[in-house]
């Protein structure tokens, strides 16, 4: 019971965390712009990261913590539903560069922050 709250109280800071940074780089965008999508999900690809190269690989966290962190926080400040609504948006207005520019994007960043912190190690 304990891992599941830690679940639930990390999910809730990460999304209202999300919810907050993308309201901070969106508010004057009228028009769908998933930078702010993207830039959640890099700092949360980071966090995660860091979280499993560097301390979890260690040893030094318990259960509780990994819950509430990587499934908790990082689950809760991530957003693959958002990422997909605002992606299907620009292909259905007709912005097929930003579109594709978009998962080309979050696909090589996202996954190059996770090689380049693996090496770091």
Do not use: D, Q
Not at 19 to 40: C, D, E, K, M
Not at 94 to 121: D, E, M, Q, T
């Amino acid at each position: 019971m304990e891992i599941l709250f830690a679940i639930f109280f990390g999910g809730g800071l990460g999304s209202v965390s999300r919810y907050i940074l993308s309201r901070a780089i969106t508010t004057n965008f009228t028009h769908i712009n998933p930078v702010g999508t993207l830039a959640a999900n890099l700092i949360s690809t980071i966090i995660l990261g860091l979280i499993l190269f560097f301390w979890g690989s260690k040893g030094e966290m318990t259960g509780v913590t990994k819950a509430l962190l990587i499934a908790g926080f990082c689950g809760g400040f991530s957003t693959f539903s958002t990422f997909s609504y605002e992606t299907f948006e620009l292909l259905k207005s007709g912005n097929y560069f930003f579109a594709v520019a978009n998962i080309a994007v979050s696909l090589l960043l996202g996954v190059g922050v996770l090689f380049i912190l693996a090496k770091s190690i």
